[in-house]
Protein backbone atom coordinates (compact mmCIF):
# COMPACT_ATOMS: atom_id res chain seq x y z
CA UNK A 1 0.00 0.00 0.00
CA UNK A 2 2.91 2.19 0.86
CA UNK A 3 4.01 2.10 -2.51
CA UNK A 4 1.14 2.77 -4.58
CA UNK A 5 1.02 5.45 -2.61
CA UNK A 6 4.32 6.28 -3.46
CA UNK A 7 3.36 5.97 -7.03
CA UNK A 8 -0.10 7.99 -7.07
CA UNK A 9 2.21 11.22 -5.41
CA UNK A 10 4.76 10.61 -8.47
CA UNK A 11 1.95 10.63 -10.77
CA UNK A 12 -0.69 13.34 -9.51
CA UNK A 13 1.91 15.88 -8.33
CA UNK A 14 3.51 16.93 -11.56
CA UNK A 15 -0.14 17.19 -12.72
CA UNK A 16 -0.86 18.93 -10.20
CA UNK A 17 2.09 21.53 -11.05
CA UNK A 18 1.12 21.53 -14.51
CA UNK A 19 -2.42 22.75 -14.03
CA UNK A 20 -1.15 25.30 -11.63
CA UNK A 21 1.08 27.11 -13.83
CA UNK A 22 -1.30 26.66 -16.69
CA UNK A 23 -3.95 28.43 -14.76
CA UNK A 24 -2.23 31.54 -13.77
CA UNK A 25 -0.54 32.17 -17.14
CA UNK A 26 -4.13 32.22 -19.34
CA UNK A 27 -7.28 33.79 -17.89
CA UNK A 28 -8.85 30.61 -17.65
CA UNK A 29 -12.17 29.98 -15.84
CA UNK A 30 -12.67 27.09 -13.81
CA UNK A 31 -16.00 24.60 -14.83
CA UNK A 32 -15.85 22.12 -12.20
CA UNK A 33 -14.44 21.45 -8.27
CA UNK A 34 -12.21 19.05 -9.53
CA UNK A 35 -10.36 22.06 -11.50
CA UNK A 36 -10.73 24.28 -8.50
CA UNK A 37 -9.39 21.60 -6.04
CA UNK A 38 -6.65 21.02 -8.35
CA UNK A 39 -5.46 24.24 -9.12
CA UNK A 40 -5.89 25.48 -5.30
CA UNK A 41 -3.57 22.08 -4.35
CA UNK A 42 -0.86 23.45 -6.73
CA UNK A 43 -0.99 26.38 -5.44
CA UNK A 44 -1.10 25.42 -1.73
CA UNK A 45 2.43 23.33 -2.53
CA UNK A 46 4.80 24.07 0.10
CA UNK A 47 7.63 21.42 -1.00
CA UNK A 48 10.29 21.99 -3.41
CA UNK A 49 9.23 22.80 -7.47
CA UNK A 50 10.22 20.13 -9.60
CA UNK A 51 10.51 22.56 -12.82
CA UNK A 52 13.03 24.76 -13.98
CA UNK A 53 12.80 28.57 -13.76
CA UNK A 54 11.44 29.05 -17.37
CA UNK A 55 8.65 26.42 -16.86
CA UNK A 56 7.12 27.82 -14.08
CA UNK A 57 8.96 29.03 -10.85
CA UNK A 58 8.18 32.48 -11.57
CA UNK A 59 4.81 31.61 -12.01
CA UNK A 60 4.46 29.83 -8.56
CA UNK A 61 6.99 31.70 -6.74
CA UNK A 62 7.59 35.39 -7.89
CA UNK A 63 4.79 36.45 -10.50
CA UNK A 64 1.73 34.43 -9.97
CA UNK A 65 -0.25 36.69 -12.75
CA UNK A 66 2.13 36.74 -16.11
CA UNK A 67 3.63 33.93 -18.11
CA UNK A 68 6.93 32.41 -17.04
CA UNK A 69 9.96 34.08 -17.90
CA UNK A 70 8.42 37.17 -18.88
CA UNK A 71 10.86 39.40 -17.13
CA UNK A 72 13.17 37.89 -18.58
CA UNK A 73 11.54 38.43 -22.02
CA UNK A 74 10.69 42.05 -21.16
CA UNK A 75 14.83 42.80 -20.26
CA UNK A 76 16.05 40.90 -23.67
CA UNK A 77 13.10 42.82 -25.16
CA UNK A 78 14.75 46.14 -24.39
CA UNK A 79 18.51 45.20 -24.22
CA UNK A 80 17.81 44.48 -28.32
CA UNK A 81 15.97 47.68 -28.62
CA UNK A 82 19.06 49.50 -26.80
CA UNK A 83 21.72 47.31 -29.09
CA UNK A 84 19.47 48.79 -32.36
CA UNK A 85 19.22 51.72 -31.69
CA UNK A 86 22.90 52.30 -30.79
CA UNK A 87 23.64 50.82 -34.50
CA UNK A 88 21.06 52.85 -36.32
CA UNK A 89 23.12 55.88 -34.78
CA UNK A 90 26.63 54.51 -36.35
CA UNK A 91 25.11 53.44 -40.10
CA UNK A 92 23.58 57.02 -39.78
CA UNK A 93 26.63 58.85 -39.12
CA UNK A 94 28.46 56.58 -41.67
CA UNK A 95 26.51 57.46 -44.30
CA UNK A 96 26.96 61.09 -43.75
CA UNK A 97 30.27 60.89 -43.62
CA UNK A 98 30.55 58.71 -47.12
CA UNK A 99 28.20 60.78 -48.71
CA UNK A 100 30.11 64.31 -47.87
CA UNK A 101 33.04 62.63 -49.31
CA UNK A 102 31.78 61.15 -51.98
CA UNK A 103 29.79 64.23 -53.63
CA UNK A 104 33.12 65.72 -53.95
CA UNK A 105 34.69 63.00 -56.02
CA UNK A 106 32.29 62.30 -58.77
CA UNK A 107 34.49 60.83 -61.86
CA UNK A 108 33.23 59.35 -65.08
CA UNK A 109 33.81 59.22 -68.55
CA UNK A 110 32.32 57.76 -71.80
CA UNK A 111 33.29 58.46 -75.47
CA UNK A 112 33.18 57.55 -78.64
CA UNK A 113 35.57 57.78 -81.96
CA UNK A 114 34.24 59.83 -84.63
CA UNK A 115 33.80 57.97 -87.78
CA UNK A 116 34.55 61.39 -89.84
CA UNK A 117 38.21 60.98 -88.87
CA UNK A 118 38.44 57.79 -91.13
CA UNK A 119 40.45 58.00 -94.12
CA UNK A 120 40.54 56.11 -97.62
CA UNK A 121 42.94 53.18 -97.43
CA UNK A 122 45.29 53.53 -100.50
CA UNK A 123 44.57 50.22 -102.82
CA UNK A 124 41.27 49.39 -101.10
CA UNK A 125 37.76 50.52 -100.72
CA UNK A 126 37.93 50.79 -96.71
CA UNK A 127 38.15 53.85 -94.88
CA UNK A 128 40.08 53.43 -91.85
CA UNK A 129 42.23 54.84 -88.56
CA UNK A 130 45.47 53.67 -89.77
CA UNK A 131 47.95 52.72 -90.53
CA UNK A 132 50.62 54.72 -88.75
CA UNK A 133 54.55 54.33 -88.58
CA UNK A 134 54.60 54.82 -85.07
CA UNK A 135 51.97 54.01 -82.49
CA UNK A 136 49.56 56.65 -81.77
CA UNK A 137 46.86 57.55 -79.21
CA UNK A 138 43.07 56.68 -80.49
CA UNK A 139 41.26 59.97 -80.33
CA UNK A 140 37.87 59.37 -79.01
CA UNK A 141 36.73 62.73 -79.22
CA UNK A 142 32.85 62.22 -79.04
CA UNK A 143 31.79 62.68 -75.52
CA UNK A 144 28.96 61.75 -73.94
CA UNK A 145 29.87 61.79 -70.54
CA UNK A 146 32.91 63.86 -68.81
CA UNK A 147 32.22 63.87 -64.68
CA UNK A 148 35.02 65.70 -63.16
CA UNK A 149 36.62 67.26 -66.43
CA UNK A 150 39.48 64.32 -65.91
CA UNK A 151 38.68 63.33 -69.59
CA UNK A 152 40.56 65.22 -72.44
CA UNK A 153 39.07 64.98 -75.46
CA UNK A 154 41.28 66.54 -77.40
CA UNK A 155 44.35 64.49 -76.64
CA UNK A 156 42.12 60.99 -75.88
CA UNK A 157 43.90 60.81 -72.57
CA UNK A 158 42.05 60.53 -69.00
CA UNK A 159 44.40 62.78 -66.51
CA UNK A 160 43.47 61.49 -62.60
CA UNK A 161 41.98 64.14 -60.88
CA UNK A 162 42.04 62.36 -57.71
CA UNK A 163 44.32 59.52 -55.44
CA UNK A 164 42.28 56.06 -55.59
CA UNK A 165 41.19 53.41 -57.54
CA UNK A 166 39.64 53.33 -61.07
CA UNK A 167 38.02 51.04 -63.55
CA UNK A 168 38.45 51.67 -67.14
CA UNK A 169 36.96 49.75 -70.01
CA UNK A 170 37.20 49.79 -73.65
CA UNK A 171 35.76 48.37 -76.77
CA UNK A 172 37.45 47.72 -79.98
CA UNK A 173 35.39 47.07 -83.26
CA UNK A 174 36.68 46.76 -87.02
CA UNK A 175 34.99 45.65 -90.21
CA UNK A 176 36.97 45.30 -93.38
CA UNK A 177 35.77 43.52 -97.02
CA UNK A 178 35.11 40.26 -97.96
CA UNK A 179 38.73 40.27 -99.02
CA UNK A 180 39.63 42.34 -96.73
CA UNK A 181 42.25 41.94 -93.45
CA UNK A 182 41.33 42.39 -89.75
CA UNK A 183 44.29 44.36 -88.65
CA UNK A 184 44.16 45.86 -85.29
CA UNK A 185 45.98 46.15 -82.04
CA UNK A 186 44.59 48.64 -79.17
CA UNK A 187 46.27 48.62 -75.21
CA UNK A 188 45.00 50.55 -72.67
CA UNK A 189 48.20 52.37 -71.59
CA UNK A 190 49.29 53.94 -67.94
CA UNK A 191 51.66 56.76 -67.81
CA UNK A 192 53.23 55.33 -70.85
CA UNK A 193 52.85 51.39 -69.91
CA UNK A 194 50.87 48.93 -71.00
CA UNK A 195 47.81 48.07 -68.99
CA UNK A 196 45.80 45.96 -71.28
CA UNK A 197 45.08 44.98 -74.36
CA UNK A 198 42.86 43.50 -77.53
CA UNK A 199 44.06 42.65 -81.06
CA UNK A 200 43.15 40.82 -84.20
CA UNK A 201 45.22 39.52 -87.29
CA UNK A 202 43.19 36.98 -89.74
CA UNK A 203 41.58 37.06 -93.02
CA UNK A 204 38.59 34.52 -91.87
CA UNK A 205 36.54 37.32 -90.67
CA UNK A 206 35.38 40.58 -92.01
CA UNK A 207 34.45 42.35 -88.69
CA UNK A 208 35.51 41.57 -84.66
CA UNK A 209 35.04 43.41 -81.86
CA UNK A 210 36.60 42.87 -78.30
CA UNK A 211 36.18 44.05 -74.74
CA UNK A 212 38.74 44.38 -71.42
CA UNK A 213 37.89 45.73 -68.36
CA UNK A 214 40.28 46.92 -65.77
CA UNK A 215 40.97 48.67 -62.42
CA UNK A 216 43.96 49.98 -61.59
CA UNK A 217 44.95 52.35 -58.77
CA UNK A 218 45.55 55.95 -59.97
CA UNK A 219 47.70 58.66 -58.03
CA UNK A 220 46.41 62.25 -58.99
CA UNK A 221 48.13 63.49 -62.32
CA UNK A 222 48.31 59.43 -63.51
CA UNK A 223 47.34 59.67 -67.10
CA UNK A 224 45.56 56.37 -68.65
CA UNK A 225 44.80 56.28 -72.73
CA UNK A 226 44.62 53.97 -75.88
CA UNK A 227 46.94 53.29 -78.36
CA UNK A 228 47.11 51.86 -81.55
CA UNK A 229 49.98 50.05 -82.46
CA UNK A 230 52.16 50.88 -85.39
CA UNK A 231 51.05 49.26 -88.91
CA UNK A 232 47.80 48.35 -87.42
CA UNK A 233 44.19 49.62 -88.38
CA UNK A 234 40.71 50.22 -87.59
CA UNK A 235 38.42 50.46 -90.46
CA UNK A 236 34.22 50.88 -90.22
CA UNK A 237 31.74 51.92 -88.18
CA UNK A 238 34.28 53.74 -85.93
CA UNK A 239 31.76 54.97 -83.46
CA UNK A 240 31.60 51.35 -82.10
CA UNK A 241 34.84 51.97 -80.43
CA UNK A 242 34.36 53.11 -76.61
CA UNK A 243 36.40 54.17 -73.94
CA UNK A 244 34.62 54.51 -70.16
CA UNK A 245 36.29 54.86 -67.04
CA UNK A 246 35.42 55.90 -63.42
CA UNK A 247 36.45 56.41 -60.00
CA UNK A 248 35.66 53.17 -57.74
CA UNK A 249 36.43 54.73 -54.18
CA UNK A 250 39.35 57.23 -53.86
CA UNK A 251 41.82 57.52 -51.18
CA UNK A 252 40.78 60.04 -48.54
CA UNK A 253 43.86 61.12 -46.12
CA UNK A 254 43.78 59.95 -42.31
Request: aromatic content about 10%; overall charge neutral.
Amino acid sequence: MKIENTRLKMVVLPVLFLLGSLFLCNPVQAQSDTILMLKQAALNWKGALTCEKSDCNCTFNQQRGCCCAARDMLQLEEDILERMTFLWHDISTLKGRVQSLTDKVKVAFKATMDPNIALMVPGSTERCFGPFNINIPVPFNSVLLNSGNGYNPSLGIFTAPFPGVYVFSFTTYSSVGENGRLYHKVQLMKNGKRGASVWENNREDTEDSATQVVALEMQRGDQVYLDLTSGRKLCTNLQYNVFTGYILYPYIAA
